[in-house]
């Protein structure tokens, strides 16, 4: 085992650390104390291998202000009347609604390299934070250069807090001066959600702070006197994990009634994913013209462009220029999610190209994720890793990386899956 004391910079720990930093232990001792037992890290032990991974990535605090502003600056510009007119204009209809809310759990998933973080994509029902909370928790210092690092700019035992925090503004920002009772943690079949074992700790989370909570699939609810029920009981607010960011399939009426109608809150909400994530949204962020002419600030531009990779949609106008440059290209649906029909443009066959031209793509300039050295059994192995900031309001509650091969993010890797991010805290050298 290579021995990081030689160097204290995250790129080197990243390259030479093949220590692993997780203490399963203690990672059983938090889920059990969340859940009263220990069924929950068996079932993830047995079924969910590569959920965790037994290392941490490590970042500068650099890097991490960089995304910071990133950030800050993606939220000027959708704070903008002409973004916003432009964003729900190419939406469906229901994201006009608006529930004066901005919606929980913000995903903002950057690729660190050489020339620093560099934003992919954003995600609105992006899933992890109540894991990597308890998988930051359960951490060991391999060594030296570990101690005194921080994870986010909220301390670890704050964080469930704010997440609690943040589900009651979300319902006074709609709902000021009603009590909040009781939540539905919704997605399709959800016993059998790779991120299942979240939904479980979320409605223990919201029950220790006295709010009811319950995990449902959509076709379990139904619009009964103005009010979206479950069991003959009403719903406050659905913590809405579905994929169908518009509500449009037949199984969630019920939840698009009472969402153009009012009859509960649901967050995050379409509204969200039309502002945000959105993969044409991208096109704009990236775009100096537009932005000039949307009035946005020089400084502002210049954070953008360097932090955000370029994105333009993919017509069949262009394809001829598109396929020879190919290689330095990343191709995703516009809609997508889950790196499900994301595409390398280096992998790319004839057949898949013309699928690519007849759908709704974009194309972003490839920007290489981050890799991290980690030990598979008696071997080091080169993982990619991303970097996923959760936001709320435009702050970030929370770093975690996610290690993976393939083309894309994944939890099929050995010696992958989410991963504590670790950084010295700000003012203090790396």
Request: hydrophobic share 45%; net charge negative.
């Amino acid at each position: 085992m290579t021995n990081p004391a030689s160097t204290s910079s995250a790129s080197a720990l990243n390259r030479e650390c093949l220590c692993s930093t997780i203490n399963p232990a203690e990672l059983e001792r938090e889920l059990a104390a969340a859940l009263g037992d220990n069924e929950l890290y068996r079932s993830i032990r047995a079924t969910r291998p590569h959920l965790f991974s037994a290392t941490a990535v490590f970042v500068t605090p650099e890097q991490v202000d960089k995304m910071r502003t990133v950030i800050e600056a993606v939220e000027t510009v959708i704070a903008t009347p002409t973004y916003r007119t432009a964003a729900l204009a190419r939406a469906s209809a229901v994201a006009a609604h608006d529930p004066h809310s901005p919606g929980v759990f913000l995903g903002y998933d950057f690729h660190l390299d050489e020339h620093g973080p560099r934003l992919i994509e954003i995600n609105t029902n992006a899933g992890g934070a109540l894991l990597n909370v308890y998988l930051a928790r359960a951490q060991k210092a391999c060594c030296p250069e570990m101690h005194g690092l921080t994870n986010g700019p909220v301390a670890l035992p704050a964080l469930e807090e704010q997440f609690i925090a943040m589900f009651r503004n979300e319902w006074w920002l709609a709902r000021a001066g009603a009590p909040l009772t009781r939540i539905a943690i919704v997605d399709d079949a959800p016993a059998t959600q790779y991120l299942h074992p979240e939904f479980v700790l979320f409605q223990a989370l919201f029950r220790r702070h006295g709010i009811d909570a319950l995990i449902a699939d959509p076709a379990e609810l139904e619009i009964r006197d103005g009010r979206l029920v479950h069991a003959d009981r009403p719903v406050d607010l659905v913590y809405n994990r579905l994929t169908d960011f518009a509500l449009e399939e037949p199984a969630h009426a019920a939840l698009r009634v009472a969402w153009l109608d009012d009859l509960a809150l649901i967050t995050p909400h379409p509204r969200a994913h039309a502002l945000y994530a959105d993969k044409r949204n991208l096109i704009p962020l990236t775009d100096p013209d537009w932005l000039g002419a949307a009035g946005i600030t020089a400084a502002t531009i210049d954070v953008l462009l360097h932090g955000i990779a370029r994105t333009r949609l993919v017509e069949r106008v262009h394809a001829e220029a598109l396929w020879a440059e190919r290689k330095r290209l990343f191709f995703k649906p516009a809609g997508g999610f889950g790196s499900k029909a994301v595409y390398r443009g280096d992998k790319l066959t004839r057949r898949v190209w013309e699928e690519i031209l007849a759908g709704e793509y974009v194309v972003q300039e490839l920007v290489p994720p981050g890799e991290r050295q980690v030990q598979v059994e008696t071997e080091a192995t080169a993982l990619k890793y991303d970097v996923r900031c959760f936001v709320y309001a435009g702050k970030i509650q929370l770093l975690a990386a996610r290690l993976y091969q393939g083309q894309a993010t994944n939890f099929r890797t050995p010696g992958g899956g989410f991963a504590p991010v670790f950084y010295p805290p700000p003012g203090e050298t790396e």
